[in-house]
């Protein structure tokens, strides 16, 4: 590359400039083109392997890996780490901490951290600024425990259409824990709240660049001091009744029931009262959402709809299909169970139907255990297909404020809050 291009990559950042540089190769005819077609053709033409189809990936397509503490899981990308959970680990409703999913957005994330010298620290607005080793966390407040799934804003966006930039996850970006720790509010009353306090930040531990000028170099979100959510949040330091793995946030994280995971701090290490709302990059910039019913809006109008932190809504209710997979023919006359997972940022899931015809008809599924309002709930339907050929398997799930999943797809720039309702294709095939 020579200097002038270097300057200008500087200038313009490198996204921009390869947007640039990419547009003008096609118009100069350098990059190539199939015969006769223009620069938009084509790209209408690509495969869409992730994308949605006749019968889209449950999971992203993507290899395996074994990072430390963690079954091989899939890898969308490793600068900043992010893993998926393939579809088998979502058949038991707690998902394996060996198998739970992986997000950073920073890659100087740490290896190891010395519990004699790590405090989580509580400053800014206190009436008495504080700082817990993991010894005083567990001795000196009463241990309190949620069941509760952690999800990623983005989970499923490779099914966006059109596509958006992220990591085009398909649905392994969830997991469901028992989450064991120390109530949020009891840090926050020892510390001694001050009047004037409008947010609470949190931060964790590591570090890195982040998106290029944006002063993003450690990660920190905040909610509302007055947000119903901070009773209900917990600074956990069990997860399955282990210790966190390392890449979930050893020593403790935050849980925040119902919202998405990108509050959900790992490494929590700094809680700060605030006395002005947190302008930061991951809350000003990342993670907002139209504020237009369901997050939807489109790529024409996405630029001037007002935009929210998705921390203003929970998550919306879904479900998933994990058995069959489509793997294997199911034989005619014998029953299949169809089995999977529901749930809603908004509560208890109240009701879960399946549909054997593509969703033109339901039928209610039998739930199973529940474990709380804001946890898995799993549910199973035993079809005995009569007849040979293909089949088109859909769920849907109901939660107790009553909202049901849609047969619509979202779109909005950032790729959150999908909750279309999903589908399998299934073969059947005759005993004889
Ligand atoms: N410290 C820290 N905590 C974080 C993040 C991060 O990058 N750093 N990412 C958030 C986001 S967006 C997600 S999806 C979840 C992922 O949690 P997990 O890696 O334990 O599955 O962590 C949340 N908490
Ligand atoms: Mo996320």
Known sequence: MNISKKLLERALGRREFFRRAVGVAVAAGLLPLARGQTSA?????????????????????????????????????????QLETPRPYFRSPFTPNEAFFVRYHLDLIPNSIDLASWRLGLEGNFDKPLAFSLDDLMKQFEPVSVAAVNQCSG???????PRVAGGQWGNGAMGNALWTGVRL??????????????????QGLERGPGPQGKGSHAFMKSLDSNDPVLEECVVAYLMNDEPLPMLNGFPVRL????????????????????????????????YRIPDTPRGNTTPAEASQVKTVPIGNVNMPVRSFIVDPDGSSKLIMGLPSKIRGIAFSGYGRVTQVEVSADDGKTWSVATLGTYNGPYAFRTWEYVWKPQKPGKYTLAVRATDEKGNVQPDQGVWNPGGYLWNKIERQEVVVGTAS
Do not use: C
């Open 155 to 161: 989970n499923s966006r490779s099914r966006f259409q």
């Open 255 to 286: 849980v925040v029931p119902g919202k998405f995971s990108t509050y959900w701090m790992k490494h929590l290490t700094w809680i700060r009262a605030l006395t002005k709302p947190d302008d930061n990059f991951w809350i000003a910039t990342a």
């Open 41 to 81: 053709q084509s790209s209408e033409g690509l495969p869409s392997f992730t994308g949605p189809g006749a019968n889209p990936y449950w999971n992203g397509v993507n290899p395996f890996v074994t990072y430390p503490q963690k079954l091989p899981l899939l890898r969308l990308t490793d600068r900043g780490i």
């Open 185 to 202: 509010s009891d840090l926050l009353k020892a510390a001694g709240v001050k009047a004037g306090t409008v947010q609470f930040q949190f």
